[in-house]
């Protein structure tokens, strides 16, 4: 399992921001540091750079980002690159793919619980996600921060010491 300190989920809407959002440009990432106007795209371009945090994963992420985009109208082909390009980005930030057990009861949506069932799985030190009935419940139990993407960037950008745009 990654280090506890290190791993951090993306909610499923995080990926779909990067990828279809407003203001994306995917699949072009900018440097790090980031300084895009799609947060969400900018918390991918942290997690390829596999400096600061290891990106973990679920199949249920990934079948719901496949289902999203191709219910947004993206061929099956372009679905399958941005999937892969995905997996490509979790592989070189050091993260993995974890299909975790049912342990997480405390949300009203069921998707959001299966978010925070891999977060418990890996140990994350935070969930990044757009989803307001999850970052009301930040921190979670107390203990796990639920940011949104631009406060995740700009917490990541500022342990750099890194300007952050406002």
Do not use: K
């Not at 107390?142 to 990541?156: K, Q």
């Amino acid at each position: 399992m990654p280090d506890s300190v290190t791993c951090v989920v993306f909610d499923i809407n995080v990926y779909i921001n990067a990828i279809i959002g407003p203001d994306s440009e995917w699949p072009r990432l900018d440097q790090v540091p980031p300084s895009s106007s799609n947060a969400a795209a900018d918390c991918l371009s942290l997690a390829f750079d596999a400096d600061a945090f290891r990106l973990c994963a679920s199949p249920h992420i990934l079948v719901n980002v496949t289902r999203v985009l191709r219910g947004a109208g993206l061929s099956d082909g372009v679905t399958t690159e941005w999937l892969d390009a995905i997996i490509d980005i979790i592989e070189a930030s050091g993260g993995m793919i974890v299909d975790p057990d049912r342990t997480v009861f405390d949300v009203a949506d069921f998707e959001d619980n299966l978010i925070l069932d891999l977060a418990v799985a890996v140990g994350a030190a935070l969930v990044v996600s757009e989803d307001a009935d999850l970052t009301q419940l930040s921190p979670w139990q107390s203990t796990l921060p639920i940011l949104r993407p631009r406060e995740f960037v700009a917490r990541i950008i500022g342990a750099r010491g890194g300007f952050v745009r406002p």
